[in-house]
């Protein structure tokens, strides 16, 4: 299971900290990533991490956001900075476990004008 904080309301130009916790008896989790999805559009990859800490990044999120990982938590972060209006959507963490891709619930960020 997979559980997603750290979400909120947040003024444009402001910075939130997303982290998802998997929990429960699980393997080696191999690459974990961070997801969003805004009303009426696709879900787009934010930014992703390997489990040696190789990370990739979409276009519209570099500079800005930092993904990082805690293996021995199996935790997964999301450091968003100079926040946009834009960027509201709910956010969804992923972790590749053997062959499955598990999903966390989504935690929504709001960024006010």
């Known amino acids: 299971q997979l559980v997603e904080s750290g979400g909120g309301l947040v003024q444009a130009g402001g910075s939130l900290r997303l982290s998802c916790a998997a929990s429960?008896?699980?393997?080696?989790?191999?690459?974990m990533g961070w997801y969003r999805q805004a009303p009426g559009k696709q879900r787009e990859m934010v930014a992703t991490?390997?489990?040696?800490?190789?990370?990739n990044y979409a276009n519209s999120m570099k500079g800005r956001f930092t993904i990082s990982r805690d293996n021995a938590k199996n935790t997964v972060y999301l450091q968003m900075n100079s926040l946009k209006p834009e960027d509201t959507a709910v956010y969804y963490c992923?972790?590749?476990?053997?062959?499955?891709?598990?999903w966390g619930q989504g935690t929504q960020v709001t960024v006010s004008s």
């Open positions: 992923n972790a590749d476990i053997l062959t499955i891709r598990h």
């Open positions: 429960g008896s699980i393997a080696p989790i191999n690459a």
């Open positions: 991490i390997t489990r040696a800490g190789n990370t």
